[in-house]
């Protein structure tokens, strides 16, 4: 298998402005999954809700940083689907562990959202 050289490491600005360049790449492709797309539904439709029943600031950002969180942990189980299918192609336990582990990961964080949401609404 060829291995492609590692392009020389950026460092001050030119690597801040890069990492920018890497999140926005993956944030292109996180786009591409469904789930990613219905879990940004469900927060700007809690969001609405928040806005109708006029919810004070720090509970609407309390609901933005736990819809970031949620972002974070879609992207590192989206991540980790791509490393397991790469590495599975076919049926396997180690593939159906990581990838159920993952989905709890993700179901964790709607759980807390919706019991945020409904700790404030109520
Ligand atoms: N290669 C595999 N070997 C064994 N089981 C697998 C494999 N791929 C998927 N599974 C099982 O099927 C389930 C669904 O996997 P799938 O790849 O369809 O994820 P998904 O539904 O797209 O997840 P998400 O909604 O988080 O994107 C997994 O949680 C796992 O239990």
Redesign the pocket.
């Known amino acids: 298998m060829a291995v492609e050289e590692k392009p020389p490491r950026k460092t001050g600005p030119a690597h801040f402005l890069a990492a920018a360049g890497y999140s926005l790449a993956g944030l292109r492709r996180l786009a591409r999954?469904s789930?990613f797309r219905q879990e940004i539904l469900l927060i700007l439709g809690l969001l609405v809700v928040f806005l109708v029943f006029g919810a004070s600031l720090a509970e609407i950002g309390g609901l933005l940083a736990l819809g970031l969180v949620l972002i974070a942990v879609e992207a590192l189980?989206?991540a980790l689907?791509v490393l397991?299918?790469h590495l599975?192609p076919?049926?396997?336990q180690f593939?159906?562990d990581a990838?159920?582990l993952?989905?709890l990961a993700?179901a964790c964080v709607i759980g807390a959202i919706v019991l945020f949401a409904g700790i404030v609404l109520i």
């Open positions: 999954e789930a189980n989206t689907e397991v299918d599975s076919g049926w396997s593939a159906r990838k159920d993952g989905s993700v």
